[in-house]
């Protein structure tokens, strides 16, 4: 078991930036990947960012790359999505999510945070 608690989470303006950091408690050792997705109201929930935990390569959705930066901090368990030039089109309820070794190879996450609200004003 992996529990993940989201924060960060507010209102801001467009062109503005925020950073969402995300803590992982429980059985860590078997975490492969952690990432980012969002669910903006009557969308389906979408891809954000995702990084390897132990090589630390990433990987954005198109429509935040050159924008969001995810990272880790090993030590601290901790994953962070490093949001700027941020745009109304981004306000969503923000889900930190784990992917643990078990699922190697399967395009799934299988521990979720509880989510936090990014609202970007015009």
């Known amino acids: 078991q992996v529990q993940l608690v989201e924060s960060g989470g507010g209102l801001v303006q467009a062109g503005g930036s925020l950073r969402l950091p995300c803590s992982a408690a429980g059985h860590t050792f078997n975490i492969y990947d952690m990432g980012w997705f969002r669910q903006a109201p009557g969308k389906e929930r979408e891809f954000v960012a995702q990084i390897n935990w132990s090589a630390g390569s990433t990987d954005y959705s198109d429509s935040v790359k050159g924008r969001f930066t995810i990272s880790r901090d090993n030590a601290k368990n901790t994953v962070y999505l490093q949001m700027n030039s941020l745009k109304p089109e981004d306000t969503a309820v923000y889900y930190c999510?784990?992917?643990?070794?078990?699922?190697?190879?399967?395009?799934?996450?299988?521990?979720w945070g509880q989510g936090t609200q990014v609202t970007v004003s015009s």
């Open positions: 999510a784990v992917k643990t070794r078990v699922l190697i190879g399967r395009d799934q996450y299988n521990y």
